[in-house]
């Protein structure tokens, strides 16, 4: 298995440009996780998914980010316009189904996309 | 609001010396604590950990987990240059979503 894979791997773009950062999960995996690094605020949950569907997108900074999972085995985190402020590293994460007794979703991270907005 | 709240930030040690990273949580319907380790790319899974008491152990690296005081920590024993990396707890709440902790940066010097 390729295990979680993201693209672009580093992205530098000018301010009020659209950035689009892709994500495909690992096969069998029914939840992702949209998260977002920084030194200042260390990795904080933007949206995750289930089965498809958005669960919880408390964490997404403002209406300039949006996410999108079209299918099963892929997913997309769009902000559009973007701000030297949301320089980051992006990481996608997902995990397999967790059944009731169990603890939690054990995430495997892809290798991040590095945002830099100039 | 669920809360990981991890120390110290940063840890400067050397190669033998032994190290213990501490981790508290204050989460909602907690299930389980998780602890990752970061080097240059993602953050690869080391344990998870949901009951008291009892010490899951991997090589020289163990962590044990206390639900009535809330918190948990990891020991990395002998350590390594290859150890340096930013050590990240996370916990489980009641919706099996992840709250992570800022991180603790170690890094072993030779």
């Known amino acids: 298995d390729a295990g979680v894979i993201q693209s672009p791997r580093h992205e530098v773009t000018e301010m009020g440009q659209e950035v689009t950062l892709r994500c495909k999960l690992i096969s069998g995996h029914n939840s992702l996780f949209w998260y977002r690094q920084t030194m200042m605020r260390g990795l904080e949950l933007l949206i995750y998914?289930?089965?498809?569907?958005?669960?919880?997108d408390s964490g997404m900074p403002e209406d300039r980010f949006s996410a999108k999972m079209p299918n099963a085995s892929f997913s997309t985190l769009k902000i559009q316009p973007s701000e030297p402020r949301d320089s980051a590293v992006y990481f996608c994460?997902?995990?397999?189904?967790?059944?009731?007794?169990?603890?939690?979703?054990?995430?495997?991270f892809g290798a991040g996309s590095r945002l830099t907005v100039l | 609001e669920d809360k990981v709240v991890q120390s110290p930030l940063s840890l400067v040690v050397h190669e033998g010396d032994t190290v213990t990273l501490n981790c508290s949580y204050e989460?909602?319907?907690?299930?389980?604590l998780l602890w990752y380790k970061q080097e240059k790319k993602a953050p690869t899974f080391l344990f998870m950990l949901t009951s008291s008491g009892i010490e899951k152990k991997s090589g020289r690296l163990s962590s044990i987990l206390d639900k009535k005081e809330l918190f948990s920590i990891l020991n990395i024993t002998a350590t390594q240059t290859g150890d340096s990396a930013i050590y990240l707890c996370a916990a489980s709440g009641s919706a099996r979503q992840l709250t992570f902790g800022s991180g603790t940066q170690l890094t072993v010097l030779p």
């Open positions: 989460v909602t319907n907690f299930r389980s």
């Open positions: 994460a997902s995990s397999s189904p967790a059944g009731e007794g169990s603890g939690a979703n054990v995430l495997t």
């Open positions: 998914f289930n089965n498809n569907v958005p669960i919880d």
